[in-house]
């Protein structure tokens, strides 16, 4: 079986493999709800991180627990819990993040059964000098926390191990972007984001094999289809992968994105440092900012141009979840951003489930304005 | 003692008349664009089926959207108070109830005497009241009840994501431009209106026996979406458009 | 048989001067929208014929009905068309269409052709859809905007007010003018709301002129929003079913402070035409590569 | 019948010269450049008196600013599409949207002249992503300096405590390093303890003034009180600002002991969680007319305001200022000033967790002898209404009634009033309660 075809496997029985992997290893499962949280203590703590997503089915559970305008993505993932699909979960964590999120971690904390919740206090002023001390005293209680729960102690040997595995894994899926770069790309932008989403919700240590082998696969990967428009997909939170499917039946590919179940999640890497903690606080610090945690614009902007310049993209599909401030904020200087350097956009606003009829002739016309020529 | 209830609804006005802690009559008409000349009209029609004279009403109760308009009701009661005194004489059992209008839907918590513990109403959106279903009757060209009768024919789930209810109809049409059939949409489209209204109804405490009220409930499509999404039994009463006009009449006998 | 308000007249035109057999291109766009399908048919780079129907259930019905129509006594057969290009809600159903193309690089391009190389932003009103373009002199679109979440202000509203005021919707417009100060335009446009809330007007004494009159204006405030969003640039023009309403029209332009260029031959067919040109452009293409 | 009692009533004393108070800290932000003032950008929970260590100064918190817009729907509506106009969403912050919409008009709301180009915006994180984004749109349009403390300590939830109070301290002392650097100016510490020690002390007094509610009748009505709070909102560093709210006070002490009402018919007592829609505040007038009145409303008891809860009692006084707290040093220099700060904001109720305020919320409900809570689901503001249906169903568990509808506190585009209305007369025909006319 093809390592794209393992992905997509693992996503579409996620929560079989995790249950599968807690007999198989005699270990504990632990959800976690935003990007910040630490995947590499969880991991040292011999526990299998595991991020909670949405189902993008419609759903009548949540309404009574967060009020109409919290984003789609905090809504359905909270629906998966209130309807038992995480229940084999031991652990749930959150770094702090946004509001909407925040919603769906307190809410589950008091209304689906969990044997433990941590939540972890990101420091959320991250350009000062004062949040890489803060954030160590707080990985401090979390790793005491998971000791406590699991019995098992997180030596240095442990985290070492985890840092390694996670590094490895972020440096193979950046070799795997830059096979994006080609004039055909041997993989889709779908196909990535399954990658993506499966190193979010997989051993790690399984993950990179799978890599490793996605990697031999690539150079000789011959995809019949029309590369067309080269696009390039920014903004929050984003796995609705029958969307993007669907989008790369219109004559264009996904070549790069921006977002937290792409680049976004795992570009950085963890500089070693002899101690443990502080090394994977300063990951956490000066990672590609999230904009719910960064107040400054303009360093993701450099970062997403760069992006842009670099995998050569034509056009940008600008989205965000349906209420979703943090980057509503964004948005505007991003569309500046572009305007200024002559890239087309077009933004989409996500909800649990989206009228795919006229998310189609939007994104066919925006395609029009790209690649249909006059006589 | 000889009582009557006025429902002056979105759209329609229904009177009940109660005599002794009896229904003598009942009747309904289309508001139209003038309320009190048909709440009146209505009014006097129940009480010739009644056989009673006008003067023989010790009082008349209005409630509904329109209750205040009506300058010869003694006083008014909303639909709340009303939905729960009618039910629990109709069915005592019920503690949740479901009201679906033309235009709003309410769900209500009461106790074994019929007190109100607690409501919610859907905010500023018709995409799970009534009016929902005739303008979607409209864009699948069929009228509601053939809409209803195909409804029950589906075999397929068509999924309708949108909540506006014109928003909706506009997904309504690229379905059928999609060649999906139209049992099955017609099924989505009451699967759209129960999913909203249960999600509204879930912020009270649902409570058995749970009973389904207003011109809606005739509609027995929706009844089975409602079903599904509150996985209850649902009681529907004999006349269920009524019910708020029965409650007025019974409280003006109290 | 209650007279349906809401309808309005299906219209169909021929060019009297143009004999069809002499052209060298003969081709045709077929728009098939939400409410009402058209078809136009380009002989060389003259509009021959078009019509503008209402869309019923299913499109490749409703655009065989616009098709015929605009052929009756053409003598011109379906398979004498060289090139069909399908637009609108069901362009991906036209079963005679070569290429689909959507209805908003098609009513660009038919804007274009019908205003002139001076048009740079396009406001469509249709049934469901409020859409603001801008394009280049060559009818080409460089951005884009539409409604989602909800359909107010769009054409399908207007039916439901013409239904629930018994008025015939081609009158609106006009009616609504006829008043003797401007109202409060309604509160809500969502078509439901709207409609309740027009009730309540009614019911507290108003005439049937200032109903229309408060929705036209709250019709026009909600599409200048929109435009608002990306930039009026001269020359602008509005196509779709609604840039018949006077009406709305003279509002939007009241609110834009601009004056609105009007199209000919019909600002409604605007899809279909555009559809028609680009299937000229292919037919050529398609010869030359030949 | 329902017989209803009837208080006497009377005006409040000191209400015009609150009123003057409270129009001249607006209107100073208009000339402050000519009185050599800086002029400061901030948010509510800002404790701008350590402004003071830089010399005179204006401070202008967005939140009041953008009610005050927002109360008036047609200087809002136009800004908020001014504002929407720029491609910013519509279902931000509410008081950032009137804010930012008459600032592109540059049109100051108290002088309807050109809107103030501050110095420099300093604000608290106490809003997620809100108000340093807020302030980088304005730092951007205007090009000035910002900065900002993330400060939401929330205390109690898993972690240390210590180190985050030591992270907070650490972002203010750097701050005024920063302040000093873009402003060139020295800055004296002991001016700075100074007016930090009238803002605990008038903190403290607001919350006193909100505590007195709690007597039968209410001496003091919901909207005087929502006229009235800004000059603590924003001169709680002043002097005058003692002077006034000491003179308020022992106003309202007078008003209880000669059972003066603010509602004569008073008969049905309710309080708030949250801000009110500022376009809607004749809610209130209308709920008199069936002999409701409210005590208060529990964010301007804590924001703006301090008191102590006494968790074990169950009851609730007013705080005493930081400095008189057994164990806290008596403030010589900026390193006591910052660290005062930090550990006064974390222990304050403002950062309460979810789970200690549940507790304060039935504490005020029993202290302001409430029958019922009115709930606002809240478009306008996230962090505000995130766990409002969690609460409503922890006071329902309680026994506490509540009434909750949905709107906006600073978009009067988003309240269906008449549909509010109809829901409010609903819930109280539900508690027996019925216009006063009626009866």
Not at chain 4, 247 to 255: F, G, N, S, V, Y
């Amino acid at each position: 079986m093809g390592a794209i075809e393992k992905f997509q496997e693992v996503l579409a029985t996620r929560h079989q493999y995790a249950q599968d992997w807690k007999k198989k290893h005699n270990g504990k499962a632990i959800g976690w709800l935003c990007t910040y949280s630490p995947v590499e203590i969880m991991y040292a703590a011999g526990m299998l991180p595991v991020r909670i997503l949405g189902s993008h089915e419609v759903q009548d559970v949540t309404d009574r627990y967060l009020f109409p305008t919290v984003c789609p993505f905090s809504r359905d993932a909270l629906a998966q819990g209130l309807k038992g699909r995480y229940n084999y979960l031991d652990v749930l964590t959150m770094a702090r993040t946004c509001s909407h999120v925040q919603g769906t971690f307190d809410n589950w904390k008091n209304y689906v059964p969990i044997s433990l919740t941590y939540y972890i206090w990101m420091p959320q002023h991250v350009a000062s000098r004062r949040a890489k001390p803060l954030l160590v005293q707080e990985y401090k209680g979390f790793v005491q926390a998971l000791e406590k729960f699991t019995g098992k102690k997180i030596t240095d040997t442990d985290l070492d191990k985890a840092i390694e595995l996670y590094n490895t894994n972020r440096k193979l899926m950046k070799q795997v972007y830059e096979f994006r770069k080609k004039e055909e790309p041997p993989i889709t932008g779908a196909e990535c984001m399954e990658m993506v989403v499966a190193s979010q919700l997989m051993d790690i240590a399984e993950h990179n094999k799978l890599l490793e082998q996605l990697l031999k696969e690539l150079p000789n990967r011959k995809l019949n289809r029309n590369v067309g428009v080269r696009l390039m997909m920014v903004g929050s939170e984003m796995d609705d992968i029958v969307f993007v499917k669907m989008m790369e039946t219109l004559n264009c590919t996904v070549v790069i994105d921006e977002h937290c179940t792409g680049s976004r999640y795992f570009w950085d890497e963890v500089k070693p440092d002899k101690d443990h903690l502080a090394a994977i606080a300063a990951r956490y610090v000066d990672r590609w900012q999230c904009p719910a945690v960064a107040a400054e614009f303009k360093p993701r902007a450099d970062r997403i141009l760069k992006h842009a310049k670099d995998w050569n993209i034509q056009g940008v599909l600008l989205y965000q979840q349906k209420f979703c401030d943090p980057h509503e904020f964004d948005i505007p200087t991003l569309l500046k951003m572009f305007k200024d350097n002559n890239i087309a956009t077009l933004v989409l606003e996500f909800d649990v489930t989206i009228p795919f009829g006229q998310f189609r002739t939007r994104i066919e016309a925006f395609l029009e304005i790209l690649e249909l020529e006059l006589v | 003692m000889i009582t009557a209830g006025i429902d002056v609804g979105a759209k329609t006005i229904k009177a009940v008349i109660v005599k002794d802690n009896k229904i003598v009559a009942r009747s309904m008409n289309p508001t139209g664009f003038e309320p009190v000349v048909t709440a009146e009209k209505t009014l006097e029609e129940a009480v010739k089926q009644a056989g009673i004279s006008r003067n023989d009403i010790k009082k008349i109760f209005s409630t509904g959207a329109g209750r205040k308009s009506i300058p010869f009701a003694d006083h008014n009661v909303t639909e709340v108070t009303a939905d729960a005194k009618g039910m629990n004489y109709l069915l005592p059992s019920v503690r949740t109830i479901v009201d679906i209008g033309a235009e709003e839907a309410r769900g209500i918590s009461s106790d074994a005497s019929g007190r109100v513990l607690d409501f919610s109403k859907n905010d500023k959106c018709a995409a799970g009241a009534g009016a929902f279903v005739e303008s979607m009757s409209r864009a699948l060209e069929l009228t509601v009840p053939l809409m209803i009768e195909i409804s029950h024919k589906s075999t397929k789930e068509a999924p309708i994501n949108a909540t506006c209810a014109v928003f909706a109809e506009s997904e309504v049409v690229s379905l059928i431009h999609t060649k999906i059939d139209k049992a099955d949409i017609a099924h989505a489209v009451h699967d759209a209106i129960a999913s909203r209204v249960s999600s509204m109804v879930r912020r009270i405490p649902i409570e058995k026996d749970v009973a389904l009220i207003g011109g809606v409930a005739n509609n027995t499509a929706i009844v089975e979406a409602m079903k599904k999404h509150l996985g209850v039994e649902i009681k529907v009463p004999e006349k269920p458009d009524y019910v708020s006009a029965l409650g007025a009449a019974l409280l003006a006998a109290a | 048989m209650t007279t349906e308000f809401y309808r309005w007249t299906e219209n169909t035109w021929k060019s009297p001067d143009i004999d069809w057999r002499k052209g060298q291109t003969i081709t045709c766009g077929i728009d098939v929208g939400s409410v009402s399908s058209q078809a136009v048919i380009l002989v060389d780079d003259k509009i021959y014929a078009f019509c503008n129907t209402r869309t019923g259930s299913n499109s490749p019905d409703s655009a065989d009905k616009a098709l015929s129509i605009s052929l009756k006594d053409t003598g011109m057969k379906p398979e004498d068309i060289q090139f069909i290009v399908g637009t609108g809600y069901g362009r991906v159903n036209i079963p005679m269409a070569k290429k689909a193309i959507t209805e908003i690089a098609c009513h660009a391009r038919g804007a274009n052709y019908m205003g002139g190389p001076s048009v740079k932003t396009i406001l469509d009103m249709g049934g469901q859809d409020l859409k603001g373009i801008h394009c280049d002199e060559r009818g080409k679109v460089t951005q884009f905007l539409m409604n989602d979440k909800c359909a107010a202000g769009t054409g399908r509203g207007m039916e439901v007010m013409a239904e629930l005021l018994q008025v015939p919707i081609v009158d609106v417009g006009k009616m609504s003018l006829d008043v003797k100060e401007e109202p409060e335009p309604v509160s809500s446009t969502c078509v439901i709301f709207a409609k309740s809330e027009a009730i309540g007007l009614l019911r507290s004494g108003w005439t049937k002129n200032m109903v229309l009159a408060a929705y036209c204006s709250a019709m026009a405030h909600r599409v200048v929003g929109l435009l608002e969003r990306i930039g009026v640039e001269k020359e602008f023009v509005i196509t779709g079913g609604i840039a018949k309403n006077i009406g709305v029209v003279s509002r939007i332009e009241k609110e834009l402070g601009l004056k609105v260029k009007p199209l000919s031959p019909d600002p409604q067919i605007a899809g279909g035409l555009g559809a028609a040109i680009f299937a000229k452009d292919l037919l050529l293409k398609s010869r030359k590569a030949a | 019948m329902t017989t209803v009692t009837k208080y006497k009533t009377a005006p409040l004393k000191c209400w015009q010269k609150g009123k003057e108070l409270r129009l001249e800290a607006y209107r100073d932000l208009a000339t402050g450049h000519e009185q050599g003032k800086l002029l400061v950008l901030g948010c509510a929970a800002t404790p701008y008196g350590m402004l003071a260590g830089l010399g005179d100064f204006v401070f202008l918190a967005g939140e009041p600013y953008g009610a005050s817009v927002a109360a008036d729907p047609p200087v809002s509506i136009p800004a908020m599409e001014t504002y929407e106009a720029k491609g910013y969403a519509r279902d931000m912050c509410g008081y950032m949207r009137n804010f930012l919409g008459t600032m592109f008009l540059d049109k100051y709301y108290f002088t309807g002249g050109p809107f103030p180009k501050f110095d420099f915006a300093w604000s608290v994180r106490h809003c997620p992503a809100g108000h340093p984004k807020w302030h980088q749109i304005v730092s951007d349009y205007q090009g000035i300096p910002m900065n900002y403390i993330d400060d939401e300590t929330m205390l109690g939830i898993d972690g240390d405590q210590q180190a985050r109070i030591d992270y907070v301290a650490g972002q203010y002392l750097d701050s005024i390093e920063w302040m000093e650097k873009i402003t060139k100016r020295k800055y004296d510490d002991e001016k700075g303890i100074e007016a930090m020690r009238n803002y605990f002390y008038n903190e403290a007094l607001w919350g006193e003034i909100n505590l007195l509610n709690g007597a039968i009748p209410a001496p003091l009505d919901i909207k005087s009180m929502f006229a009235l709070m800004p000059i603590s909102m924003l001169r709680r560093h002043e002097k005058v600002a003692t002077e006034f709210l000491t003179e308020l006070r022992d106003e309202l002490k007078d008003r209880i002991a000669n059972k003066i009402a603010a509602v004569p018919n008073e008969r049905y007592r309710m309080c708030m969680l949250t801000p009110p829609p500022w376009s809607f505040l004749k809610v209130f007038r209308y709920l008199e007319n069936y002999g409701v009145v409210f005590a208060g409303t529990y964010v301007y008891l804590i924001n703006s305001g301090e008191v102590k809860f006494l968790y074990d009692k169950g009851t609730v006084i007013p705080a005493t200022a930081p400095e008189k707290r057994p164990g806290w040093p008596i403030m010589k220099n900026r390193e006591d000033l910052c660290r005062t700060v930090a550990r006064w904001r974390a222990e304050h109720p403002f950062q309460s967790n979810l789970e200690t305020r549940k507790k304060e919320y039935v504490i005020m409900f029993k202290h302001w002898k409430a029958n019922a809570y009115l709930l606002l689901i809240n478009r306008g503001c996230v962090p505000m209404t995130t766990s409002m249906y969690d609460f409503q169903r922890d006071l329902n568990r309680q026994g506490i009634p509540t009434s909750m509808f949905e709107g906006n506190f600073a978009d009067c585009r988003d309240i269906d009033e008449t549909g509010v209305l109809d829901r409010l007369e609903t819930f109280l025909e539900g508690q027996g309660i019925q216009k006063i006319q009626d009866l």
